[in-house]
């Protein structure tokens, strides 16, 4: 099998992918507690920078692709710069995080009509928080093995999951039918 090249130890491919689905599988779990959680209310206020909320999920595909695409990139640098356990893929996670967050908020801000709140609670929060997951589950699976990892993932999922509904359903978050 092919190993993917890498300046701290190589890892097999087979291995690689079940890194990078395990952390896209969080990134997914993340961004729906914060999506349709802690952020749930600027998708009901009108903005002339986000989507309406039948286009914007018309179009979360592509978001969970650019997931996928950014936790091949994070599973690759954690291995790189030698992540080895869940504490250190926080760390790498949160550095790593913080620098996307903040080029990405200043890159928006300079293009678009978002306002600094937006910018700053939901592009670089947000991108703490998922590359931080992300780079937390490359260094888990280095420390305790892939098949853990991905139980692990799974597990983060059907939580966000039911703390949604449980949030939903007690009214705690708006929610808005779409039909």
Same mark, same amino acid.
């Given at each position: 099998?092919?190993? &993917? &090249?890498?300046?701290? *130890? ?5 291995? !690689?992918?079940?890194?990078?689905? %395990?952390? @896209?599988?969080?990134?997914? *779990? +993340?961004?729906?507690?914060?999506? %349709?959680?802690? !952020? %749930? ?25 650019? !997931? +996928? ?6 599973? @690759? #640098?954690?291995?790189?710069?030698? &992540?080895?356990? @869940? ?34 609670? *939901? @592009? ?5 928080? #998922? ?18 990892? #991905? ?8 939580? *966000? ?19």
């Amino acid at each position: 099998m092919e190993n &993917v &090249v890498s300046a701290h *130890a190589s890892v097999p491919s087979r291995r !690689f992918f079940l890194r990078v689905v %395990a952390s @896209w599988i969080v990134m997914i *779990a +993340l961004d729906l507690i914060l999506n %349709a959680g802690v !952020f %749930a209310r600027l998708w009901f206020e009108p903005s002339p920078f986000l989507l309406g909320p039948r286009e914007l999920f018309r179009r979360l595909p592509l978001g969970y692709a650019a !997931f +996928l695409l950014q936790a091949g990139a994070y599973v @690759w #640098l954690a291995n790189r710069f030698g &992540v080895s356990n @869940w504490r250190q893929g926080a760390l790498f996670g949160l550095k790593l995080g913080a620098v996307l967050g903040v080029a990405a908020a200043l890159g928006l801000r300079s293009g678009t009509t978002a306002s600094w709140t937006l910018l700053l609670s *939901a @592009w670089l929060v947000g991108g703490v928080v #998922l590359t931080s997951g992300a780079c937390v589950l490359a260094g888990y699976s280095s420390e305790h093995g892939e098949k853990k990892a #991905l139980v692990k993932a799974i597990l983060v999922l059907i939580g *966000a999951v039911i703390a949604i509904a449980i949030l939903q359903s007690t009214g705690a978050v708006p929610v808005r039918r779409m039909g």
